[in-house]
């Protein structure tokens, strides 16, 4: 029993032994981020890397040594893949040291100007060096923020792998594992490293490419400014386009004509696949030679998938062509454009059409890209498929010589897909250099435009390239009553058409008015009722036409009517019969414009305007009043110049009893005619009328006549009446008596008398009328 607990014990000491020998050689981080390895001095830097590199190495001999030690084909296969790992971690320290030395990124060298004029080689060089600059911008740009995002993503990772290495390191788990992880979370320091120390190179190379981008912006402009054109150059440039359109035309002759070739053997070679297709169908049923069968129709296929990619090479290859020429007209038209600015000429039309293309480019850009990046998986998916095909038809092709044909066909079909490949990338960045020239002359064309004429060209180029959507919502159909469909464009138009001839006719109808008026003996009312019905109806007959134009069926206007006739039982009514008043009014005439007339309600006034709907009344203090039609119509209403303009006024007035009544009246008719729009004849002569003994005046009035046409105002008729009497009656002594009462008590009670009596006595008699009027008399009990 003793002897068991020492062997027990001896083996756990065996165990502990072997576990710290197994792990005494694993280095411990002290931290997630190794900040020595790209912060601090050139030489603290370099010391620290070298004696990471010492630290390496002697994992490297440590590993190399175990290596030794194992001897199973999976244990060396592990430890083969950790010297890999580690030998891997020098190749980075290397980098790390090479980018410690390496100098600041040099920026791009501005060509040298001289003075103006500027030929047109140095704006080629100039506008080259700005897209150069502008590439490298952007180049850093995502440089930097692949560097921003992938050092935060290492540091996250950094930071979650520590805790497990230490775990592994001192639980004692597996020694390959632990290596493993070691090697992982070195590799990620290096290039955590590495970027730290790219990052101020790039922010300053940045910062330097973007002023030079602004420096080169503004260094093109100044050149384009002064750009100096000459006939040569035009000249030479179409010589140039005419040679390169000859060259353009016989290569497309050659390139059509092996795309004719090219659909030949597609035809023969899908007609052989159908034939090797139909023998091993019939070669499997017998058992017999179907595997070589097999491996014609892989042979084939591959034949067919080669001419495929040819025939998409060579339309890579026209659209390469078409760019060449497309860039040569560019350059041509920007010229001639040029120049006739110079001479005044706007370029409106050439940004139109240059904006439009360069969108266009910027389109297929896009397409082709999508294309490259399916070229490039078929490429990828083809090679997975040539080695399986290789394998499958090396062990059923009886002979070399088939062999050698099946790889040259492989060979063939790789080669054709690389080219198309290599040609999308070719027209990839042909398109992009030829966008980014157009869109710099179109610029540089603008900068030299005023304001308004960029904003012009502006809008012009805007409703271009949103015009098939602003089509779309225009043409959209809202509504569609009977055969015809309401859209937005034919709401606008009929809006637009019935603005137009609604200030059209106004136009007419005020002309006419003026002309019937100066021409004709036509008074104002019969004009304006006239003209009214005429503006109404050919108003009617507006709408009809503009309704006919958006093609409305004008029969189907009986379907509307009757809808409407709904609603004028309902909730038109009023309206309605506004509408048929204001007809009548103007037909039969009973008012007319400038007829002063007297409602029911009291509203007293000069007719100014009969419209369709309602009259505008002013009345005498200045206030214009809208009376609806229907009260004209269904109403009493008092007018003061219906047949003509004669109307008879009645001034009433008193004179004391004392009076001649002969002569009052001489003098009131004196007084009469002494106001100037005072009117007589045979037919409407003056006249004073006695009218009664009043209760303290004589009581007359005069009734004068007046035109009132030509009167503004009752009030101010009277008031010119009233003031001419007074003052004839007071230069002849004629009193206007006031009224006056004479009060009789008859019984009163005891106090109330003292007091009347007290009151009498301090304030005398009391004072009684002079005027000799007839005295009235109240009594009160």
Same mark, same amino acid.
């Given at each position: 029993?003793?002897?068991?607990?020492?062997?027990?014990?001896?083996?756990?000491?065996?165990?502990?032994?072997?576990?710290? %020998?197994?792990?005494?050689?694993?280095?411990?981080?002290?931290?997630?981020?190794?900040?020595?390895?790209?912060?601090?001095?050139?030489?603290?830097?370099?010391?620290?890397?070298?004696?990471?590199?010492?630290?390496?190495?002697?994992?490297?001999?440590?590993?190399?040594?175990?290596?030794?030690?194992?001897?199973?084909? $999976?244990?060396?296969?592990?430890?083969?893949?950790?010297?890999?790992?580690?030998?891997?971690?020098?190749?980075?320290?290397?980098?790390?040291? %090479?980018?410690?030395?390496?100098?600041?990124?040099?920026?791009?060298?501005?060509? /040298?100007?001289?003075?103006?004029?500027?030929?047109?080689?140095?704006?080629?060089?100039?506008?080259?060096?700005?897209?150069?600059?502008?590439?490298?911008? &952007?180049?850093?740009?995502?440089?930097?923020?692949?560097?921003?995002?992938?050092?935060?993503?290492?540091?996250?990772?950094?930071?979650?792998?520590?805790?497990?290495?230490?775990?592994?390191?001192?639980?004692?788990?597996?020694?390959?594992?632990?290596?493993? =992880?070691?090697?992982?979370?070195?590799?990620?320091?290096? $290039?955590?490293?590495?970027?730290?120390?790219?990052?101020?190179?790039?922010?300053?190379?940045?910062?330097?490419?973007?002023?030079?981008?602004?420096?080169?912006?503004?260094?093109?402009?100044?050149?384009?400014?002064?750009?100096?054109?000459?006939?040569?150059?035009?000249?030479?440039?179409?010589?140039?386009?005419?040679?390169?359109?000859?060259?353009?035309?016989?290569?497309?002759?050659?390139?059509?004509?092996?795309?004719?070739?090219?659909?030949?053997?597609? @035809?023969? %070679?899908?007609?052989?696949?159908?034939?090797?297709?139909?023998?091993?169908?019939?070669?499997?049923?017998?058992?017999?030679?179907?595997?070589?069968?097999?491996?014609?129709?892989?042979?084939?296929?591959?034949?067919?998938?080669?001419?495929?990619?040819?025939?998409?090479? #060579?339309?890579?290859?026209?659209?390469?062509?078409?760019?060449?020429?497309?860039?040569?007209?560019?350059?041509? $038209?920007?010229? +001639?454009?040029? @120049?006739?600015?110079?001479?005044?000429?706007?370029?409106?039309?050439?940004?139109?059409?240059?904006?439009?293309?360069?969108?266009?480019?910027?389109?297929?850009?896009?397409?082709? @890209?999508?294309?490259?990046?399916?070229?490039?998986?078929?490429?990828?998916?083809?090679?997975?498929?040539?080695?399986? #095909?290789? *394998?499958?038809?090396?062990?059923? !092709?009886?002979?070399?010589?088939?062999?050698?044909?099946?790889?040259?066909?492989?060979?063939?079909? +790789?080669?054709?897909?690389?080219?198309?490949?290599?040609?999308?990338?070719? *027209?990839?960045?042909?398109?992009?250099?030829?966008?980014?020239?157009? $869109?710099?002359?179109?610029?540089?064309?603008?900068?030299?435009?005023?304001?308004?004429?960029?904003?012009?060209?502006?809008?012009?180029?805007?409703?271009?390239?949103?015009?098939?959507?602003?089509?779309?919502?225009?043409?959209?159909?809202?509504?569609?009553?009977?055969?015809?469909?309401?859209?937005?464009?034919?709401?606008?138009?009929?809006?637009?058409?019935?603005?137009?001839?609604?200030?059209?006719?106004?136009?007419?109808?005020?002309?006419?008015?003026?002309?019937?008026?100066?021409? +004709?003996?036509?008074?104002?009312? /019969?004009?304006?009722?006239?003209?009214?019905?005429?503006?109404?109806?050919?108003?009617?007959?507006?709408?009809?036409?503009?309704?006919?134009?958006?093609?409305?069926?004008?029969?189907?206007? &009986?379907?509307?009517?009757?809808?409407?006739?709904?609603?004028?039982?309902?909730?038109?009514?009023? !309206?309605? *019969?506004?509408?048929?008043?204001?007809?009548?009014?103007?037909?039969?005439?009973?008012?007319?414009?400038?007829?002063?007339?007297?409602?029911?309600?009291?509203?007293?006034?000069?007719?100014?305007?009969?419209?369709?709907?309602? +009259?505008?009344?002013?009345?005498?203090?200045?206030?214009?009043?809208?009376?609806?039609?229907?009260?004209? @119509?269904?109403?009493?209403?008092?007018?003061?110049?219906?047949?003509?303009?004669?109307?008879?006024?009645?001034?009433?007035?008193?004179?004391?009893?004392?009076?001649?009544?002969?002569?009052?009246?001489?003098? /009131?008719?004196?007084?009469?005619?002494?106001?100037?729009?005072?009117?007589?004849?045979?037919?409407?002569?003056?006249?004073?009328?006695?009218?009664?003994?009043?209760?303290?005046?004589?009581?007359?009035?005069?009734?004068?006549?007046?035109?009132?046409?030509?009167?503004?105002?009752?009030?101010?008729?009277?008031?010119?009446?009233?003031?001419?009497?007074?003052?004839?009656?007071?230069?002849?002594? #004629?009193?206007?008596?006031?009224?006056?009462?004479?009060?009789?008590?008859?019984?009163?009670?005891?106090?109330?008398?003292?007091?009347?009596?007290?009151?009498?006595?301090?304030?005398?008699?009391? =004072?009684?009328?002079?005027?000799?009027?007839?005295?009235?008399?109240?009594?009160?009990?």
């Amino acid at each position: 029993m003793r002897f068991f607990h020492f062997s027990l014990l001896s083996l756990l000491l065996s165990l502990i032994c072997f576990l710290s %020998a197994a792990h005494a050689d694993l280095p411990d981080i002290p931290a997630a981020i190794e900040t020595q390895l790209y912060q601090g001095t050139v030489e603290e830097v370099t010391a620290f890397i070298a004696k990471r590199q010492a630290q390496v190495d002697g994992l490297i001999a440590q590993l190399s040594t175990d290596m030794q030690k194992v001897k199973g084909e $999976e244990d060396q296969v592990v430890f083969t893949a950790l010297l890999d790992l580690f030998q891997g971690l020098s190749f980075q320290l290397k980098n790390l040291q %090479a980018e410690l030395a390496r100098p600041e990124i040099p920026s791009l060298q501005a060509p /040298a100007l001289g003075s103006p004029p500027y030929n047109l080689a140095l704006f080629d060089a100039m506008a080259s060096f700005q897209q150069k600059a502008a590439q490298q911008l &952007g180049l850093y740009e995502e440089n930097i923020a692949y560097g921003v995002a992938r050092i935060a993503a290492l540091k996250d990772e950094l930071t979650t792998l520590m805790p497990l290495y230490s775990q592994m390191r001192t639980e004692g788990s597996s020694r390959t594992q632990a290596y493993e =992880k070691l090697a992982y979370i070195l590799s990620l320091q290096h $290039e955590y490293a590495i970027l730290q120390l790219k990052k101020p190179k790039l922010n300053k190379a940045l910062t330097d490419t973007r002023s030079l981008a602004k420096e080169a912006a503004n260094l093109s402009e100044q050149v384009f400014e002064k750009l100096q054109i000459s006939k040569d150059d035009i000249g030479a440039l179409k010589k140039r386009l005419d040679s390169l359109n000859e060259r353009h035309v016989s290569s497309l002759a050659r390139l059509n004509a092996e795309y004719l070739e090219l659909n030949k053997q597609s @035809v023969v %070679a899908e007609s052989k696949l159908d034939k090797a297709l139909t023998a091993i169908g019939q070669e499997a049923k017998e058992e017999t030679g179907a595997d070589v069968k097999e491996g014609e129709q892989q042979r084939l296929e591959l034949l067919l998938d080669a001419i495929r990619f040819r025939q998409k090479a #060579i339309i890579q290859e026209k659209m390469n062509l078409d760019l060449v020429v497309k860039g040569m007209m560019f350059r041509q $038209e920007w010229l +001639t454009a040029y @120049v006739e600015m110079a001479r005044g000429k706007k370029p409106s039309a050439f940004l139109e059409t240059w904006s439009r293309n360069g969108e266009e480019l910027i389109a297929k850009k896009d397409v082709l @890209v999508r294309d490259l990046s399916l070229a490039t998986q078929q490429r990828a998916d083809l090679t997975q498929r040539l080695v399986a #095909i290789t *394998n499958k038809v090396r062990s059923s !092709i009886n002979g070399d010589s088939q062999m050698s044909t099946f790889a040259r066909q492989a060979e063939q079909s +790789t080669g054709t897909l690389d080219v198309y490949i290599f040609a999308i990338a070719d *027209n990839i960045h042909d398109l992009t250099r030829l966008s980014e020239e157009i $869109e710099l002359i179109l610029q540089l064309l603008r900068n030299r435009m005023g304001s308004g004429e960029r904003l012009l060209s502006w809008g012009m180029a805007y409703l271009a390239d949103n015009w098939e959507l602003s089509r779309n919502v225009l043409f959209y159909p809202l509504v569609t009553i009977g055969e015809t469909s309401i859209t937005l464009i034919s709401i606008c138009k009929v809006i637009f058409l019935l603005l137009i001839g609604v200030r059209f006719l106004r136009a007419i109808r005020r002309k006419t008015a003026n002309l019937l008026t100066e021409r +004709t003996a036509m008074t104002p009312g /019969a004009v304006n009722s006239m003209t009214t019905l005429v503006y109404y109806a050919a108003l009617v007959l507006c709408i009809l036409i503009v309704l006919s134009t958006i093609g409305f069926n004008i029969s189907q206007l &009986g379907i509307i009517f009757g809808a409407l006739s709904v609603g004028l039982g309902f909730g038109l009514q009023t !309206i309605s *019969n506004n509408f048929v008043s204001g007809i009548i009014l103007l037909t039969e005439q009973p008012i007319q414009v400038g007829d002063y007339v007297e409602l029911e309600t009291g509203v007293t006034g000069e007719v100014k305007k009969i419209s369709i709907r309602a +009259t505008i009344v002013r009345t005498f203090d200045g206030e214009d009043v809208i009376v609806p039609n229907s009260e004209l @119509v269904t109403n009493r209403v008092n007018t003061w110049s219906y047949e003509d303009n004669w109307r008879r006024l009645k001034i009433p007035f008193g004179v004391s009893y004392d009076s001649d009544p002969i002569e009052v009246v001489r003098l /009131a008719e004196e007084a009469a005619r002494e106001v100037h729009f005072t009117k007589e004849d045979s037919d409407h002569p003056l006249r004073i009328f006695f009218e009664s003994f009043g209760d303290s005046s004589l009581d007359f009035s005069i009734r004068p006549w007046c035109w009132m046409n030509q009167i503004h105002a009752q009030s101010g008729m009277l008031s010119d009446y009233y003031f001419v009497l007074f003052r004839k009656l007071k230069e002849a002594g #004629i009193a206007i008596p006031y009224p006056q009462t004479d009060l009789h008590i008859k019984s009163i009670s005891p106090e109330v008398l003292v007091v009347l009596q007290n009151m009498d006595s301090a304030q005398g008699q009391g =004072k009684t009328g002079e005027s000799g009027g007839q005295s009235e008399e109240q009594k009160i009990v």
